[in-house]
């Protein structure tokens, strides 16, 4: 079992930054990919991005690509999430997510934290 708690969240203006983070619990969680993703009002859920099990593979949603980093400590059981740019239609719900296998399907992710909200003002 794999407990994960993010976060990080909250308010913030166009242009401006935050880092989530996610702190990961239970056996073996330094062997798991880990993702993040998030979710507006009315939209699905949707893959932001994830990091392989060592840290040294990444891959990112292309809305994102060059704005944020993600990256992990082994040694504090943490992923974290540098969003930097932060544009309205980034907010959401973000969520972390642990899984055996690197990739950008929800579904493929075993388990979830409870999610924390990021609002981007305009």
């Known amino acids: 079992q794999v407990q994960l708690v993010e976060s990080g969240g909250g308010l913030v203006q166009a242009g401006g930054s935050l880092r989530l983070s996610c702190a990961a619990s239970?056996?073996?969680?330094?062997?798991?990919?880990m993702g993040w993703f998030r979710q507006a009002p009315g939209k699905e859920r949707e893959f932001v991005a994830t990091i392989n099990w060592s840290g040294g593979n990444t891959r990112y949603t292309d809305s994102v690509k060059g704005r944020f980093t993600i990256s992990r400590d082994n040694a504090k059981n943490t992923v974290y999430l540098q969003m930097n740019s932060l544009k309205p239609e980034d907010t959401g719900v973000y969520y972390c997510?642990?899984?055996?296998?690197?990739?950008?399907?929800?579904?493929?992710?075993?388990?979830w934290g409870q999610g924390i909200q990021v609002t981007v003002s305009s």
């Open positions: 239970g056996r073996a969680v330094s062997t798991y990919a």
């Open positions: 997510a642990a899984g055996p296998l690197f990739a950008a399907v929800a579904g493929m992710y075993n388990y």
